[in-house]
C-alpha cells in the first residue's frame, strides 16, 4: 500500500489532508517561494488538533543545506519546540560542504526526543548528495524513519529509475517517500516503483494583495480536488 503525505501550509489544509485522507501532513512555510520553512508553535499546535499527524519541516533559513553550528542550534531547538507542541515527527536534513550526510549535525538536531516515538523524515536534501548509496546507509544507521526524494530529477516522473533503486537499497531498513512536481497523471508510476508513500503539496494560489508593505502575490493553500484525486489512486 503507498501512503499519502501532503504539504501544508494552514489549518484548512490540514482539514482537506484529513478529509482525503492523507496519512499525515508536513507541516511548513513559505513552501513555494523558499521551498518550504519552519512553521511557527502556534501552528504546529492548532494543526496538531485536526486529528492528523503533523510532520513540521524544520529549516532555519532557505538556500543550501550546509549548516553553521548556530544555524543547528537553532534547529535542535526547534525540534524539540515542534515536538512539545504536538508534533508526531519532523522533517530535517544537513549536509556536509563535501555533500554527504552530515551525522553530527542530525545527531544533534534530534537530542533530547524520543525516538521511538517522533518520527524523522531527511528531506529533498537528499537529491543533492555526492553518493545515494552511502547516504542512505548513513540514514539508516543514524535511525532516520524515511527518506523524501524525488530520485535526484527536477520531477519524480524523471527520477523513476533512481526511485526504483533506492527503493531496492533501502530493503524495508528505511520507508521511501516519492516527493517532486507529481501530477495526478503521474501517480501509478511513481507508485510503481515501490515507494512506500508519495508526497505533494496540491498548491493552488489564492489571489490576495497585501498592499505596498504586504506583497502582492496572494497566498497558498491546498487544492482539495487535486488532492482527492490522487488519493483515490494511491488508496
Do not use: N
Not at 482525503?20 to 507541516?27: F, I, N, P
Not at 534530534?110 to 537529491?127: K, L, N, P
Not at 532516520?144 to 519524480?156: H, I, Q, Y
Not at 512536481?181 to 508519495?198: F, H, P, Q
Amino acid at each position: 500500500m503507498t501512503l499519502l503525505e501532503l504539504a501544508v501550509q494552514d489549518v484548512e489544509a490540514a482539514r482537506v489532508a484529513r478529509r482525503v485522507g492523507a496519512a499525515r501532513v508536513e507541516l511548513c512555510s513559505a513552501l513555494g517561494v523558499t521551498g518550504g520553512l519552519t512553521p511557527s508553535i502556534g501552528m504546529i499546535e492548532a494543526v496538531a488538533q485536526q486529528g492528523i499527524a503533523v510532520h513540521p519541516l524544520v529549516r532555519c533559513r532557505p538556500g543550501g543545506y550546509v549548516y553553521d553550528a548556530d544555524e543547528i542550534a537553532v534547529m535542535a531547538r526547534d525540534v524539540r519546540a515542534a515536538v512539545a507542541a504536538g508534533a508526531s515527527g519532523v522533517v530535517l536534513g544537513a549536509l556536509t560542504p563535501g555533500g554527504s550526510v552530515d551525522r553530527q549535525a542530525l545527531a544533534r538536531m534530534v537530542d533530547g526526543i524520543d525516538r521511538s516515538v517522533v518520527e524523522v523524515t531527511f528531506h529533498r536534501a537528499m537529491d543533492i548528495v555526492d553518493d545515494w548509496e552511502k547516504a542512505l546507509d548513513v540514514l539508516v544507521e543514524s535511525g532516520v524513519t524515511r527518506v523524501l526524494t524525488s530520485g535526484g530529477a527536477p520531477r519524480c516522473i524523471d527520477g523513476l529509475e533512481a526511485l526504483s533503486g533506492i527503493v531496492a537499497r533501502a530493503r524495508g531498513r528505511i520507508q521511501v517517500m516519492a516527493g517532486g512536481g507529481i501530477r495526478v497523471e503521474d501517480v501509478a508510476r511513481v507508485a510503481g516503483t515501490g515507494v512506500d508513500a508519495v508526497h505533494l503539496s496540491a498548491r493552488r494560489t489564492v489571489a490576495d494583495s497585501g498592499g505596498p508593505g504586504g506583497g502582492s502575490g496572494g497566498y497558498e493553500t491546498v487544492d482539495e480536488s487535486f488532492a482527492r484525486a490522487v488519493a483515490a489512486l494511491v488508496a
